[in-house]
C-alpha cells in the first residue's frame, strides 16, 4: 500500500500454483487445502477477516 516492493511472498507451489492469471489482484489465505497458503481471488470477493491485537 505504501509504494514499498514485495520482499516476501508464500503462494502455494505444485501443479495448482498461485497466483492464477485472471484470478485477481488481492490475496487470500487458502485454509482448505493449502495449509494457510496465499491464493490471488477478485479483490471484490467477500471473505472472512481475521485480526489480532497484542
Do not use: H, L
Not at 29 to 54: F, H, Y
Amino acid at each position: 500500500m505504501d509504494g514499498t516492493p514485495m520482499d516476501y511472498e508464500n503462494y502455494y507451489p505444485g501443479t495448482t500454483c498461485f497466483p492464477k492469471k485472471n484470478f485477481g489482484d488481492c490475496i487470500a489465505m487458502d485454509t482448505s487445502t493449502a495449509a494457510g497458503q496465499w491464493m490471488n481471488v477478485d479483490c471484490e470477493t467477500k471473505m472472512p477477516a481475521a485480526c489480532i491485537r497484542q
